[in-house]
């Protein structure tokens, strides 16, 4: 057996019409199909998967994630250019989501941030092999991007 690709993530959320909103607003994925009341399922615009993200809904008084518990830390998104993560970055602040932090950490550059129930979420740039940096971890760079200084 060799595995071809992780298919999809499933998120759990308290309230399945506010985070389908950020899902779509935010992210800019399309709404595949819905299990009214239960589940949402999103893809990626130009996918050719059923579903990329799915949201399952387990109602108001869940507990929220916790950095120290075991389980899922991150979902991050790709982007096609570099460039485009500046503009993803300057359309997180004119949204007013809180934006963690940044990272150039060798292979990629990325942007973390949380959906409505503190899922954290990561929108990355993957660099070519080629310009990851010579004789260092490419994973292990915690820089902030070049272009997020004005925001600090």
Same mark, same amino acid.
């Given at each position: ?79 096609? =250019? ?7 970055? *300057? ?25 409505? *129930? ?10 070519? =092999? ?17 272009? *997020?200084?004005?925001?600090?």
């Amino acid at each position: 057996m060799v595995l071809k690709k992780l298919g999809h993530v499933v998120l759990k959320v308290r309230d399945l019409d506010l985070s389908e909103a950020f899902y779509t607003g935010v992210l800019g994925l399309i709404v595949t199909r819905r299990m009214p009341g239960r589940m949402v399922f999103f893809a990626v615009p130009g996918s050719p998967n059923s579903h990329d993200l799915g949201l399952w809904k387990v109602g108001p008084d869940a507990a929220p994630p916790s950095s120290r518990q075991v389980g899922l830390f991150h979902v991050a998104w790709q982007l096609e =250019r570099e460039e485009d993560l500046r503009t993803f970055l *300057d359309s997180l602040t004119a949204r007013g989501v809180p934006v963690l932090s940044t990272m150039d950490h060798g292979a990629n550059l990325s942007v973390y941030f949380e959906d409505p *129930d503190g899922n954290m979420l990561e929108v990355t740039y993957e660099k070519p =092999r080629e310009a990851w940096p010579p004789h260092q971890n490419p994973f292990a760079g915690r820089e902030p991007l070049s272009f *997020d200084a004005a925001r600090r």
